[in-house]
T-cell receptor, first 112, second 113 residues
Framework: DQQVKQNSPSLSVQEGRISILNCDYTNSMFDYFLWYKKYPAEGPTFLISISSIKDKNEDGRFTVFLNKSAKHLSLHIVPSQPGDSAVYFCAASEDHTDKLIFGTGTRLQVFP | EPEVTQTPSHQVTQMGQEVILRCVPISNHLYFYWYRQILGQKVEFLVSFYNNEISEKSEIFDDQFSVERPDGSNFTLKIRSTKLEDSAMYFC???????????FGDGTRLSIL
């Protein structure tokens, strides 16, 4: 099941710079998208979401961009902080269901 | 901040035994979910539950699985006769409503011997 893909398994960014995490999807019926952060031995922590009627949603240092024609979303973290080091998952669902389909995750490392 | 709590954090069980995983969702949430993550694989949806009944389940959620909300606070996942391939992290989640963010617990690591 490759409906949601995160093609970069890891990303390394210097503190204070921008982190950009990418996610692609194949299912055109997805209409709700979320980003989660996960530390080891903890569950996924909700960060930010976006519905398909928008192309951008911002919450503090986190911004999610949605490009429906390209079936692509991205998470921007500005400025990046060492505490942001974690695995980031994108997830998506269709209108008639709450079933979340997750990507494989991208490990972000923010170094000083 | 309210959170989803799961117990136990780690459960070790012999193959063929029954296991019950417990969850306390966020108190004003009405929608409840179970997901699992096998080591090295994606987080996978198992089941959603609303208004005291299953609203959706995946093909993984076969007759060996069941869910229950035995009282006003707990939400449980039961596996009747565990198999080796049931070994995974099991995450409970809850949300206020449809198309609302799902909030996850820290999971129960289930190890089947």
């Amino acid at each position: 099941d490759q409906q949601v893909k995160q093609n970069s398994p890891s990303l390394s960014v210097q503190e204070g710079r921008i982190s950009i995490l990418n996610c692609d999807y194949t299912n055109s019926m997805f209409d709700y998208f979320l980003w989660y952060k996960k530390y080891p031995a903890e569950g996924p922590t909700f960060l930010i979401s976006i519905s398909s009627i928008k192309d951008k949603n911002e919450d503090g240092r986190f911004t999610v961009f949605l490009n429906k024609s390209a079936k692509h979303l991205s998470l921007h973290i500005v400025p990046s902080q060492p505490g942001d080091s974690a695995v980031y998952f994108c997830a998506a669902s269709e209108d008639h269901t709450d079933k979340l389909i997750f990507g494989t995750g991208t490990r972000l490392q923010v170094f000083p | 901040e309210p959170e989803v709590t799961q117990t136990p954090s780690h459960q070790v069980t012999q193959m063929g035994q029954e296991v019950i995983l417990r969850c306390v969702p966020i108190s004003n949430h009405l929608y409840f979910y179970w997901y699992r993550q096998i080591l090295g694989q994606k987080v996978e949806f198992l089941v959603s539950f609303y208004n005291n009944e299953i609203s959706e389940k995946s093909e993984i959620f076969d007759d060996q699985f069941s869910v229950e909300r035995p009282d006003g606070s707990n939400f449980t996942l039961k596996i009747r006769s565990t198999k080796l391939e049931d070994s995974a992290m099991y995450f409970c989640a809850s949300s206020e409503g449809p198309n609302q963010p799902q909030h996850f617990g820290d999971g129960t690591r289930l190890s089947i011997l």
